[in-house]
């Protein structure tokens, strides 16, 4: 068990209402990631840390931001939410010291739905 | 544009028999390889690593990685209702990269 918690769990909001969802770890790892998952689409990745207020851009980052100021916590937020963001949102992190590794452990995931 | 390929399945297969996965990938610099089993609702779970050319046995699970073909498969032996799933193929594309490539999926249905 990788120890990693995601809240809430399960979202509704408004289109252009700001929403953040958090990812919580036990485990002091370094890596931590945000995915999304959307029917047709796959994983893709929104954004990574690498370290304490160390993030870096993922492949789908538009419209999204995020924060890592604790290493157990990392939280992305949707400054202003549109229906295209509705999606199920999966934390991830790597027990690797290395950064080239998929080896990734994930969360339960938050299905967040924008109207 | 790096991908990941996959076939989308359905792919059935009676219990007992063998399930071959197939995925293919465009980035030839690409370093490492991963299969993820993913249960419907729930979250991705790593089930196989391969890093080398060749063959990489777990239990009924084999990975198979041909580099020159770009080409890596998920072979399941003794398939079980219980691995009814969608296989998600992972790759990471080379040196100081922390981006997975993933793939759409494949659905797996094991019939008893």
């Known amino acids: 068990d990788a120890g990693i918690t995601q809240s809430p769990r399960h979202k509704v909001t408004e289109t252009g209402t700001p929403v953040t969802l958090r990812c919580h770890q036990t485990?002091?790892?370094?890596?931590m990631y945000w995915y999304r998952q959307d029917p047709g689409h796959g994983l893709r990745l929104i954004h990574y840390?690498?370290?304490?207020?160390?993030?870096d851009k993922g492949e789908v980052s538009d419209g999204y931001s995020v924060s890592r100021s604790k290493t157990e916590d990392f939280l992305l937020t949707l400054e202003s939410a549109t229906s295209s963001q509705t999606s199920v949102y999966f934390c991830?992190?790597?027990?690797?010291?290395?950064?080239?590794?998929?080896?990734?452990?994930f969360g339960e995931g938050s299905r967040l739905t924008v109207l | 544009q790096k991908e990941v390929e996959q076939n989308s399945g359905p792919l059935s297969v009676p219990e007992g028999a063998i399930a071959s996965l197939n995925c293919t990938y465009s980035d030839r610099g690409s370093q490492s390889f991963f299969w993820y089993r993913q249960y419907s609702g729930k979250s991705p779970e790593l089930i196989m690593s391969?890093?080398?050319?060749g063959d990489k046995e777990d239990g009924r699970f084999t990975a198979q990685l041909n580099k020159a073909s770009q080409y890596v498969s998920l072979l399941i032996r003794d398939s079980q209702p219980s691995d009814s799933a969608t296989y998600l193929c992972?790759?990471?594309?080379?040196?100081?990269?922390?981006?997975?490539?993933f793939g759409k999926g494949t659905k797996l249905s094991v019939i008893p």
């Open positions: 991830a992190i790597s027990e690797s010291t290395r950064a080239e590794t998929g080896e990734l452990f």
């Open positions: 840390s690498y370290g304490v207020k160390d993030t």
């Open positions: 992972a790759v990471n594309m080379g040196a100081g990269s922390y981006q997975l490539t």
């Open positions: 485990e002091n790892h370094r890596y």
């Open positions: 391969i890093y080398s050319n």
